[in-house]
């Protein structure tokens, strides 16, 4: 399935206020970035302290504490979802018939500074 996107060539001018605000975009994506990796770090450590095996899912510690306080708590947990693979090879015309086109469509600013 596939869905048709207009695409324009237009060019306007910005003022130096959207040229700013571009300029801040950019640098907010780059923080959310490494703050994203800080995370994943932070996650591997504490983890750690738990003893979490992903493999089996399973942790040594289910509470961790500080002078006797308890301060952090690991809890598994598991959601439903869906095959997406299966679905398309057992049940093609199911899996095309609930794709939303206008759900795959959006927007993105992409920013020429370097």
Request: glycine fraction near 4%; include cysteine; proline fraction near 1%.
């Amino acid at each position: 399935m596939s869905v048709a996107v207009q695409q324009t060539t237009e060019v306007a001018k910005g003022s130096k206020l959207v040229v700013e605000q571009v300029r801040q975009l950019v640098e907010v994506r780059a923080e959310i970035a490494r703050l994203e990796k800080l995370k994943v770090a932070l996650t591997e450590e504490v983890e750690k302290a738990f003893g979490v095996d992903k493999t089996s899912k399973t942790s040594k510690a289910t509470t961790l504490t500080h002078n006797g306080i308890e301060f952090a708590r690991y809890d598994w947990r598991s959601r439903k979802g869906i095959d997406e693979d299966k679905l398309a090879k057992d049940f093609p015309e199911a899996y095309e018939a609930c794709f939303k086109a206008d759900k795959t469509i959006f927007g993105v600013i992409v920013s020429l500074f370097k």
